[in-house]
């Protein structure tokens, strides 16, 4: 089975442009996460999406969005973008949300914004 | 609310020596925790988790991990470090009441030749 998928890899952007990061969750795991990994504040949930609907959310404001696909693909968009959003963002996927799931991991999109 | 704790940032090993990353958690209700590694510009890989059953779970690239109710805690150890284990470690626990995966810090392990 191929694993979870993240489209682009890196990516370079200026303040105040938008940005989004796509997630291709491994075959047959209809639940995606998103997370933001930086060196100051370490792994920080964003949001997860269960059949197309968001079922969790973190602390984030609202310019940081999602949204999941019949085909459960998975999309996250971050609008007027900011230096502190610069970080690596992580997709996970796993075959259900609760309990005893692990999740798989991508490689991430590497996000720079100058 | 729920939480982990890494409270290492680094820890430092001899090849061929044991190695323990250390992880202890508040949760209420009962706890499913879990371990990952990230390599250097790579996502995060699973090792293992527990869920319930037996204090010692058995993971992947040798590696296991000791739950401890009384002490609420769930140490990463391995027997025989390898130089390639280098690499950061995450605990994470499972809200119950969400559903989200909380994670710990991170510990970054360094094995040395």
């Known amino acids: 089975k191929a694993g979870v998928t993240q489209t682009p890899r890196y990516l370079i952007k200026t303040r105040g442009q938008q940005v989004t990061l796509s997630c291709s969750p491994i075959?047959?795991?209809?639940?995606v996460s998103w997370y933001q990994q930086t060196p100051g504040q370490g792994l920080q949930f964003l949001f997860e999406y269960f059949s197309e609907t968001q079922r969790n959310k973190g602390n984030f404001p609202g310019r940081f969005s999602g949204r999941q696909f019949s085909n459960s693909r998975s999309e996250m968009n971050v609008s007027t973008l900011e230096l502190g959003d610069s970080a690596l963002y992580l997709c996970?996927?796993?075959?259900?949300?609760?309990?005893?799931?692990?999740?798989?991991f991508g490689p991430g999109t590497r996000l720079t914004v100058t | 609310a729920q939480s982990v704790a890494q409270p290492e940032d680094q820890v430092n090993v001899a090849e061929g020596n044991p190695l323990t990353v250390k992880c202890t958690y508040s949760v209420s209700g009962n706890p499913y925790l879990f371990w990952y590694v990230q390599y250097p510009n790579r996502g995060l890989q699973f090792l293992l988790k527990?869920?319930?059953?037996?204090?010692l779970v058995k993971g992947s690239y040798g590696f296991e991990a000791e739950f401890n109710k009384s002490q609420t805690s769930f140490h990463l150890k391995k027997p025989s470090a390898l130089v390639s284990d280098s690499a950061l470690y995450f605990c994470?626990?499972?809200?119950?009441?969400?559903?989200?995966?909380?994670f710990g810090t991170g510990t970054r392990l360094q094995v040395f030749p």
């Open positions: 527990y869920i319930t059953g037996d204090n």
């Open positions: 994470a626990v499972r809200d119950g009441n969400t559903d989200k995966l909380i």
């Open positions: 075959s047959g795991h209809r639940s």
């Open positions: 996970a996927s796993s075959l259900v949300t609760s309990g005893v799931y692990e999740q798989y």
